[in-house]
């Protein structure tokens, strides 16, 4: 079983739409959660953390479940430049390894 | 904004030939990490490096790779008797804290 398991995508959206992202992981033993974007070629870069209260920045909110072993990312009014791969990252810990989810690709189009 | 930067982006050499990858960390950064994704595949964990040595690595980082800081800018990974697998981007990371922050990356291409 993978670690980190995402929707592998691609999901093709219209601008504006809403979309969702969900990510399983299996070691009970992780402790912070991301999700990160990458874009074409591009390193990954933080978008946001995830915390068992959920969070919101803009657009986005992400959830854990920690029960479930489920995170999810849900992109509200999606934009054009949303477009790139989404990636579910798990650690143990601070300074840990970070263990990275496969992506779901993500394209929004006119 | 500080970044992380890697040189070269691109290197491209023969197999069974060595090649060292460089990074210049963020200056107030004290853990440093490459990671590596081949192309199509996922992102993943080679190794970690806090106060001059190796904190955690990967079962991928065997005896052909090694990282090295040698001076206290500079963060390498020297890849001995490279392999046609070995070709993958290599990413190196720095952080101070919880956030990792990634170079553009070094794109490995083993004939």
């Known amino acids: 079983r993978k670690e980190v398991e995402q929707d592998p995508g691609p999901f093709n959206v219209p601008e504006g739409a809403t979309v969702a992202f969900n990510c399983t992981y299996s070691?009970?033993?992780?402790?912070?959660f991301f999700w990160y974007r990458q874009d074409c070629r591009k390193e990954p870069k933080l978008l946001m953390s995830?915390?068992?209260s959920g969070n919101e920045d803009g657009r986005f909110t992400a959830q854990l479940n920690r029960a479930s072993q489920y995170i999810s990312l849900l992109i509200r009014d999606s934009k054009l430049s949303d477009s790139a791969t989404y990636l579910c990252?798990?650690?143990?810990?601070?300074?840990?390894?970070?263990?990275f989810g496969t992506g779901t690709r993500l394209q929004v189009t006119l | 904004e500080p970044e992380v930067t890697q040189t070269p982006s691109h290197q491209v050499t023969q197999m069974g030939q060595e090649v060292i990858l460089r990074c210049v960390p963020i200056?107030?950064?004290?853990?440093f990490y490459w990671y590596r994704q081949i192309l199509g595949q996922k992102v993943e964990f080679l190794v970690s490096?806090?106060?001059?040595?190796?904190?955690?690595k990967s079962e991928i980082f065997d005896d052909q790779f090694s990282v090295e800081r040698p001076d206290g800018s500079n963060f390498t990974l020297k890849i001995r008797s490279t392999k046609l697998e070995d070709s993958a981007m290599y990413f190196c990371?720095?952080?101070?804290?919880?956030?990792?922050?990634f170079g553009e990356g070094s794109r490995l291409t083993v004939l």
């Open positions: 070691n009970s033993a992780s402790q912070s």
């Open positions: 490096f806090y106060n001059n040595e190796i904190s955690e």
């Open positions: 990371a720095s952080s101070e804290f919880e956030e990792l922050f």
């Open positions: 995830v915390y068992s």
């Open positions: 990252v798990c650690t143990t810990g601070t300074a840990s390894k970070l263990t």
């Open positions: 200056s107030n950064h004290l853990y």
